[in-house]
């Protein structure tokens, strides 16, 4: 089991800045990519951005290209999400997932909310216009 926590979210204007937090516990974080996915109400849940085991390897959804950030630490077993230039319409709970890499990284697997094996509650991010 891997538990996965995510802090930061929260309200902020147009143009801002977050940056949003996953902790995990429990197995050997390293063995595991990570993505960060988001959903907003009457939507499906998206892929925003992933990364591989050592962090070497990411790729992000088009839409936040440019904007965002995904990074992790795995001697502190947190991975983030740096988030710039906001905009109203990334609005939604954001939440962080783990999935056992097993060989390398594809980007196919990653943007794939169904090849996760643990996801985290989810934190509110909302932007104002």
């Known amino acids: 089991q891997v538990q996965l926590v995510e802090s930061g979210g929260g309200l902020v204007q147009a143009g801002g800045s977050l940056r949003l937090s996953c902790a995990a516990a429990?197995?050997?974080?390293?063995?595991?990519?990570m993505g960060w996915f988001r959903q907003a109400p009457g939507n499906e849940r998206e892929f925003v951005a992933g990364?591989?085991?050592?962090?070497?390897?990411?790729n992000y959804a088009d839409n936040v290209k440019g904007r965002f950030t995904i990074s992790r630490d795995n001697a502190k077993n947190t991975v983030a999400l740096q988030m710039n230039s906001l905009k109203p319409e990334d609005t939604a709970v954001y939440y962080c997932?783990?999935?056992?890499?097993?060989?390398?990284?594809?980007?196919?697997?990653?943007?794939?909310?169904?090849?996760?094996?643990?996801w985290g509650r989810g934190t509110q991010v909302t932007v104002s216009s």
């Open positions: 997932a783990a999935r056992a890499q097993v060989g390398l990284y594809r980007a196919s697997y990653a943007i794939t909310p169904s090849t996760y094996d643990y």
């Open positions: 429990g197995r050997t974080f390293s063995n595991y990519a």
């Open positions: 990364i591989n085991r050592s962090g070497g390897t990411t």
